[in-house]
Each structure stands twice: as structure tokens, then as C-alpha cells.
């Protein structure tokens, strides 16, 4: 499975961004999929997890009731809607696959994820 990332780029505080993660290489409906971002110096940090079906979602106490993940399994891809950003909001933003044979349950470590896009940088001006 390869992971693309786009969409990031500079958002003043306060604005909006989508993100959007799209998979080649086989579907990627059976696999749980997440969003993680990353800030030099820091570890890689969840951001918001998507079940299969798109119908359970999980997200950090810092961007819950601000972004909304989704996922379009018919387009094998993944979106992170991101609203009210804010200067701490700007990361490095990966988006990241289980595999398909593990559980249903949503990780929020990444050493649980099989696959990795390559990241998109998020800028945010104040």
C-alpha cells in the first residue's frame, strides 16, 4: 500500500484546510486509518483515527470539535477537514494505515501503523 498526502500549505489561524490521503497499490477499506502530525524535536503525535466503515471516529483532546476526519472508501481515500486552526496546529500531518489483518480498534501509537504517507506541511500565520 502507498500513501499520498496533499493539501497542506499556509492557513492563517483561525481558517480552514482540507487534507486529503490517497492509497494505491490495493483498497484500503479494511484497514484502520489515522492522521498523525509531527513538529521538529517532538514525537510523531495522533491526530484522528477512522474506522473501516468510516462510522467510529477517534480524535486528540487538541483538535476534537475542530477537525473532522472522513474517509471515501470507493475513492480509496482519506480526508482531515481541519476548522478554526490554530498556531499550535502547524506540523508536519501523516496519514497512516493498520494493516489489514490486525483488529478493529483505532490505535493512537504509531508503532501500530503498517503504512505511512510521506507528510504534508501545514503552516499556520497568525
Known amino acids: 500500500v502507498q500513501l499520498q498526502a496533499s493539501g497542506g500549505g499556509l492557513v492563517q489561524a483561525g481558517g480552514s484546510l482540507t487534507l486529503s490521503c490517497a492509497a494505491s497499490g490495493r483498497s484500503v477499506s479494511r484497514n484502520i486509518m489515522s492522521w498523525f502530525r509531527q513538529t521538529p524535536g517532538q514525537e510523531r503525535e495522533f491526530v484522528a483515527g477512522?474506522?473501516?466503515?468510516?462510522?467510529?471516529?477517534i480524535y486528540a483532546d487538541t483538535v476534537k470539535g475542530r477537525f473532522t476526519i472522513s474517509r471515501d472508501n470507493a475513492k480509496n481515500t482519506v480526508y482531515l477537514q481541519m476548522n478554526s486552526v490554530k498556531l499550535e496546529d502547524m506540523a508536519v500531518y501523516y496519514c497512516?494505515?493498520?494493516?489489514?489483518?490486525?483488529?478493529?480498534?483505532?490505535?493512537?501509537?504509531?508503532?501500530?501503523?503498517?503504512?505511512w504517507g510521506q507528510g504534508t506541511q501545514v503552516t499556520v500565520s497568525s
Open positions: 497512516a494505515a493498520r494493516a489489514a489483518i490486525m483488529t478493529a480498534t483505532i490505535a493512537t501509537a504509531p508503532k501500530d501503523y503498517a503504512y
Open positions: 477512522v474506522s473501516r466503515g468510516g462510522g467510529s471516529t
